[in-house]
């Protein structure tokens, strides 16, 4: 499959969406997208893509993607691989980490473990160099059912370090319930910490 951009104008909500520009090609699997505070003219800040390349006997990786909006014709720019042999999509956001002019890009994907099951885990990229390679951090949560969906929430424990949230589906019985997770980044060093059942009744993701 191939990835496409596509985009709606707003000054007019009739208007149909248009196919931009083509993102990636032979992915396997769905794409997460944001707009990180990169621009190259004080305005028209970057796309920010993570999505799975390729299924061979490797399986898939996780790959970045971005588009310099500058220049609205230019083609999407493939970055960095994030993580080798993913089993499903990455969720990215942009954080409040580093030291950087531009915050830690973010990222939690699901692994396949020893048992055939799933783990997600969280990779970080030090946005302080943009050449640098992206860190694989923790395990966020053994055992999954599926990809994760993260944000950075306003819940801090020392005024800056922004907590990380998640919710992700579990495995139960016959069926599944959605988890929230978080990670307090007041203290990088800890783990990942279950919070409260969303719902006991998740029938997919």
């Given at each position: 499959s191939d990835l496409w951009h596509w985009f709606h104008e707003n000054d007019d909500p009739a208007k149909p969406w248009v196919r931009a520009g083509l993102?990636?090609?032979?992915?396997?699997?769905?794409?997460?997208?944001?707009?990180?505070?990169?621009?190259?003219?004080?305005?028209?800040?970057?796309?920010?893509?993570?999505v799975p390349v390729g299924n061979g006997a490797g399986g898939a990786d996780l790959r970045h993607y971005f588009h310099d909006n500058s220049d609205l014709g230019s083609e999407w720019v493939p970055a960095q691989v994030v993580a080798r042999d993913v089993a499903g999509p990455g969720c990215l956001v942009q954080s409040d980490q580093g030291d950087a002019d531009h915050?830690?890009?973010?990222?939690?994907?699901?692994?396949?473990?020893a048992a055939g099951g799933l783990d997600l885990w969280h990779y970080f990229h030090d946005?302080?160099?943009?050449?640098?390679?992206?860190?694989?951090?923790?395990?966020?949560?053994?055992?999954?059912?599926?990809?994760?969906?993260?944000?950075?929430?306003?819940?801090?424990h020392d005024g800056k370090d922004n907590n990380f949230e998640l919710v992700v589906p579990i495995a139960k019985g016959n069926g599944y319930e959605l988890r929230h997770v978080f990670h307090d980044n007041s203290n990088l060093a800890g783990p990942w910490q279950r919070g409260r059942m969303v719902t006991d009744s998740c029938s997919g993701w």
């Open positions: 993102v990636a090609q032979d992915v396997a699997g769905p794409a997460s997208m944001i707009q990180s505070d990169y621009d190259h003219h004080g305005t028209d800040n970057n796309f920010e893509v993570v915050g830690n890009f973010e990222v939690v994907v699901p692994h396949r473990n946005n302080a160099d943009a050449a640098s390679p992206w860190v694989r951090a923790q395990l966020v949560h053994a055992d999954v059912a599926g990809p994760g969906c993260l944000v950075v929430s306003d819940f801090t």
